[in-house]
């Protein structure tokens, strides 16, 4: 089973500034990375397949970078509507399917 | 507009056994692989099972392997989710959730629709 950790566990960001969210596999899974946004109440939103393809909707200051055992996310700009939790999610080496822990990211 | 809207969940005894349903809308239901993925109350997201769009290959996490039994019905576009022998860890948010790649015979395994999912506790 593939282990995806995520880091930090909380973020702490002010509306305007980057912020930057890891996420490490255990094993390579190549490009096979998605990240996903959710929302207090509300099911998760696909944000990122592919390690960095836009899923559609999604804004260009969401971006996504890595391949193998590391990976990014990053939010250039942070907005108020940003602020919830990221899970990535590998879909290399399955099943499992195995997704991170999570970041929250927080108004600082 | 895809539409996944998941029923169901409820209250049930240890032991006890729920079937969940989720009723799809707006893209060819057969032609995706669908997955059933968990949140236990304030934690994170786990997979729990996952049946191509013909239905004739499934997959299930170790934890429901053996308890849970995953079915769909492409001519009423829905998708099911049997628990049975049902624990109190079993207590989560069902969300159902689409594959992202059309696969009628595998899956890829990651998701870009989901549901708002339908709550499953399990208690005395």
């Known amino acids: 089973e593939i282990a995806m950790t995520q880091s930090p566990a909380t973020l702490s960001v002010s509306p305007g500034e980057r912020a930057t969210l890891s996420c490490r596999a255990s094993q390579s899974v190549t490009y096979d990375l998605a990240w996903y946004q959710q929302k207090p109440g509300q099911a998760p939103r696909l944000l990122i397949y592919?390690?960095?393809t836009r899923a559609t909707g999604i804004p260009a200051r969401f971006s996504g970078s890595g391949s193998g055992t590391e990976f990014t996310l990053t939010i250039s700009s942070l907005q108020s509507e940003d602020f919830a939790v990221y899970y990535c999610?590998?879909?290399?080496?399955?099943?499992?399917?195995?997704f991170g822990g999570g970041t929250k990211v927080e108004i600082k | 507009e895809v539409q996944l809207v998941e029923s169901g969940g409820g209250l049930v005894q240890p032991g006890g056994s729920l079937r969940l349903s989720c009723a799809a809308s707006g893209f060819t239901f057969s032609n995706y692989a669908m997955s059933w993925v968990r949140q236990a109350p304030g934690k994170g997201l786990e997979w729990v099972s996952v049946?191509?769009?013909?239905?004739?290959?499934?997959y299930f996490a170790d934890s429901v392997k053996g308890r849970f039994t995953i079915s769909r019905d492409n001519s009423r576009n829905t998708l099911y989710l049997q628990l049975n022998s049902l624990r109190a860890e079993d207590t989560a948010v069902y969300y159902c959730?689409?594959?992202?790649?059309?696969?009628?015979?595998?899956?890829?395994?990651?998701?870009?629709?989901w549901g708002q999912g339908t709550l499953v506790t399990v208690s005395s």
């Open positions: 049946i191509s769009g013909t239905g004739g290959i499934t």
């Open positions: 999610q590998q879909y290399n080496n399955w099943p499992p399917l195995t």
């Open positions: 959730a689409k594959d992202f790649q059309v696969s009628p015979m595998g899956a890829t395994g990651g998701f870009d629709w």
């Open positions: 592919g390690a960095s």
